[in-house]
């Protein structure tokens, strides 16, 4: 017996310390991967908040040299980046509202086995995934229906993804089960009435994901801005942004007379890129609480 | 049955594609419309040029997502132009704004849905030329615009510019002056060149001689980099200095381009070379290959570890950062024979006497022409382009005693300038500030590209480029559009880039094995098919 304990004992030990390794290992990974993610951010803020001589001198790391904040000043001052930040959140907002609208609307019926011919419809949104009408037809679609310097052009042709869709699919299927939508329906229950008491209180950590990416997709989206739009009013953040980038590169390969003004210098560069990057980061914390909310617990019985 | 309902949506699903596809085809497409269907035509009135029904022009602007200023397409001066031009001559002026990074795109997507203005411009001539190959430029009525923009044609004639925009025999491009800048230069630290107890390099083997001493003193700390260098622009490595002079004329046509690098001409040979040579010597920037945009380049000269550095000057950001790390640092122009090789001549590429290539949308109707006609001509005027570059007297600028204006730059009210004082709206007549004189350019130039104290930079580089002018020539000008070149360019361009960094970083006695090979992997990425059709067009001209 005392033999028996002490080989018992000894694998213990020898899994623990297996154990401690691997976690070991595993948190030094992941406090890698954190950092090689947050270091970049850290050092765009350090620039930022730098003067201009300590930039271009490349002097800056992550820690901000010569602190001021002019470069915040100028951005905050701007007020076509403010009304940019405001059209940007509009759209966002009204995007993600609809977005998730119509993904609801498409996911909730395809999961249930009494709509006929939900192959037929899956593989119409499928073939979506697969095939676009690339950019030039997509103009031309957005000119004939008027849709130029518009913020809709914005809204309605993203509005509705199919991957997202199938991602809200399978998640309704797997975690709502057909006894408690049967149970429902013998309670007396329609069915916009099971979607929105039963379904959807369920799904509100699936509805945050799919939220969540709906609006940081549109938020960081700029190449539909910068094809639709021409009125500055009407410029999403990202699209400033990308101007602002971008353009210093492109004067100095074509025979273009050289400017006698710095264009964008880097510090006022990387003060526009914290602007426009912030106020979604700052969106995480609120939806996080919804990963991790059980919500299953106890909703079948028996 | 399931397998057969499976099989039944295949069937309907490719129907249905099919379908699709042939009603795209089928699609009639209806030729393009002008772009402002309101405007009506045949209501010029030819006495008094004003149009008895209101014409709406479009003019592009750049935008260059300058932060801080108001949007390119509506700002005080877009209703300045509205209200001094426009509203007098029953004109609409509108700008559509035009992303700098990315015209191409933007003007096809415009032309592609008949929404283009009615100017379609670019600064390149390939560029210019393919709009033209597209079929989005009409051709221009020269009897119209010495009618409504005479003195802009006279600046044309007199500039001998009109025939760069001839192409198959009529005219369809006319073009924006453009005076002569010089502040592109290269600097050498006369500090160090005094210290070393050199004198200022006048060839290419005295130049490398002032670059082993830098390196050898150790005169920028343990991390010298005797010459600040960058990775050359994919498009920009034209050897000026080994070229033959006088050049041939075939091999210029053949050779001589801004948009791909002749990587298999001897003269671009010669010069990788050296630049083998000054790496493998630890005589330039150990990792140029990593500074693709220059920053690294200036980083080093800025923070005084570098002796030699060239860029466009500005009055900020270069000279004045410096001053402020290594405070008694002395500046020289180094001269351009510096990096000429025995037997060659300081040869520079000469820009084409025109700067913006305007050419009119083929969607544009007749008035509409005439009236960005009258658009130019109003705007070459001199005392209009003079309050369109300066601005307001006493807001954004004030008269100095010479006569010269000078800039106030940090005002800020409504009348402000856009960026780089309202050029990409002034570009249409020319691409720079003419003050009238020689004398008068370069005054102004001194004061706006170099800061204080510095102003002798400028002028030394003018009186360089007067007396090396005579080496200087253009690339030659084909009538014809070379399509390989817009096919082939973005692949040769990244090419290029990665074969310079390996010869210049191996070994000099593998040198001439690997340019063989990098040659003929470049000749089959489409650079023969460059200079074939080259050929063809060069020999057909001449004929």
């Known amino acids: 017996m005392a033999n028996k304990s002490d080989f018992k ?106 709509l006929k011919g939900r192959n037929i419809i899956s593989i119409f949104f499928i073939i979506t995934l697969y095939f676009s009408g690339g ?81 940081v997709g549109r938020w960081n989206a700029y190449q539909d801005s910068v094809f639709y739009i021409t009125r500055q009013p009407l410029y999403l953040l990202q699209h400033k942004l990308n101007l602002l980038i971008q353009t210093t590169n492109t004067t100095l390969t074509s025979s273009e007379a050289q400017p006698d003004t710095v264009t964008n210098p880097e510090v006022i560069k990387s003060a526009c890129i914290i602007f426009a990057t912030l106020p979604i980061i700052i969106t995480y914390p609120f939806v996080q609480k919804y990963f991790v909310k059980g919500v299953m617990i106890g909703a079948v019985k028996g | 049955m399931r397998r057969k309902s499976t099989r039944t949506v295949f069937v309907i699903l490719s129907l249905l594609l099919v379908a699709v596809l042939l009603a795209a085809c089928g699609t009639d497409t209806p030729k393009t419309t002008p772009g402002n269907e309101t405007t009506p035509t045949g209501a ?38 509205q209200k001094e031009f426009g509203d007098k001559n029953n004109i609409t002026v509108e700008y559509v704004a035009i992303p700098r990074s990315d015209e191409v795109n933007k003007f096809n997507m415009l032309l592609a849905a008949g929404d283009a203005p009615d100017i379609i411009f670019h600064y390149d001539f390939p560029a210019a030329v393919a709009y033209y190959d597209a079929g989005a430029i009409q051709k221009i009525d020269i009897d119209m615009l010495k009618q409504y923009a005479p003195t802009y044609y006279q600046k044309n004639v007199d500039l001998d510019m009109l025939k760069y925009g001839v192409l198959d025999g009529e005219q369809y491009f006319i073009f924006a002056s453009r005076p002569t800048a010089y502040n592109w230069l290269t600097m050498i630290r006369q500090d160090w060149l005094d210290k070393v107890n050199m004198s200022m390099p006048t060839n290419l083997d005295e130049y490398i001689n002032v670059l082993r001493a830098f390196r050898d003193n150790k005169l920028g700390g343990p991390n010298t980099i005797p010459a600040a260098h960058r990775l050359p622009y994919p498009n920009g490595y034209f050897a000026n200095a080994y070229r033959p002079y006088p050049i041939p004329e075939e091999e210029l046509a053949l050779y001589s381009d801004l948009s791909v690098v002749a990587l298999t001409w001897e003269p671009v040979k010669q010069n990788i ?133 000078v800039a106030i730059g940090d005002y800020k009210g409504e009348e402000r300038m856009n960026y780089n004082s309202n050029k990409d709206m002034w570009c249409l ?47 030659f000008l084909f009538d014809v559009g070379i399509p390989a070149v817009s096919e082939y360019k973005s692949i040769l361009q990244e090419k290029f880039q990665e074969y310079y960094t390996a010869l210049v970083m191996c070994d000099p006695s593998e040198f001439d094995a690997l340019y063989e090979k990098y040659c003929k992997e470049y000749l089959d990425a489409g650079f023969q098919k460059i200079i074939d059709q080259k050929k063809e067009a060069y020999e057909r001209m001449k004929k």
């Open chain 2, 44 to 81: 010029a009135l030819e006495d008094d040029k004003v149009f008895k029904n209101r014409v709406t022009i479009q003019i592009p602007v750049y935008d260059r997502g300058v932060e801080g200023l108001p949007p390119v397409d509506d700002n005080y001066w877009t209703r300045w132009i």
């Open chain 1, 135 to 215: 950019i030039i037809p997509d103009y031309l679609l957005m000119h004939r229906l008027g849709l130029l310097n518009n913020s809709a052009s914005l809204i309605l042709p993203l509005a509705f993804s199919a991957y997202n869709m199938i991602i809200m699919r399978t998640s309704i299927q797997s975690t709502v089960p057909d006894s408690l939508e049967e149970s429902a329906f013998l309670d007396g229950a329609g069915d916009i009435r099971i979607l929105v008491q039963i379904v959807l209180p369920l799904c509100k950590p699936i509805i945050a994901t799919l939220c969540l990416f709906y609006a």
């Open chain 1, 9 to 114: 004992y000894a694998n213990y030990t020898k899994s623990k310390a297996i154990d401690l390794a691997a976690d070991i290992f595993i948190y030094i990974t992941v406090a890698l991967l954190s950092i090689l993610c947050v270091l970049p951010f850290i050092h765009v803020i350090a620039k930022s908040l730098s003067s201009d001589a300590k930039v271009t001198s490349q002097l800056v790391y992550l820690i901000p040299k010569d602190f001021n904040l002019k470069a915040y000043k100028s951005v905050f001052g701007d007020p076509s980046m403010i009304r940019s930040l405001w059209q940007t959140i509009k759209v966002t907002v009204l995007f993600t509202a609809l977005g998730m609208f119509l993904t609801i609307c498409a996911a909730y019926p395809l999961t249930r086995k009494r």
């Open chain 2, 429 to 475: 007549v020319i691409e720079g500030k003419d003050y009238g004189s020689e004398e008068a350019n370069l005054k102004v130039q001194m004061t706006t590209f170099a800061p204080d104290g510095f102003e002798y930079l400028i002028k030394d580089r003018y009186e360089e480029c007067i007396a090396n002018q005579k080496y200087w020539y253009t690339d």
């Open chain 2, 273 to 405: 070379k050296t630049d083998n040579l000054l790496w493998n010597e630890g005589l330039i920037s150990q990792n140029f290959a990593l500074d693709s945009d220059g920053t690294k380049a200036k980083a080093d000269f800025v923070n005084g570890v570098a002796g030699v550095y060239g860029d466009y000057l500005t009055k900020e950001g270069i000279i004045d950062v410096l001053l402020s790390n290594v405070p008694d640092a002395k500046l020289s122009l180094l001269p351009a024979t510096a990096g000429v090789p025995k037997g060659g001549v300081p040869a520079e590429r000469a820009y084409w006497p025109f700067g913006m290539i305007i050419g009119f949308n083929s969607a544009s109707s007749e008035d509409e022409v005439k009236a960005t006609m009258m658009l130019l001509e109003w705007m070459i005027q001199p005392d209009v382009l003079f309050t369109l570059q300066n601005g307001i007297e006493g807001k954004t600028y004030t008269m100095g005693e010479d006569g010269l204006p």
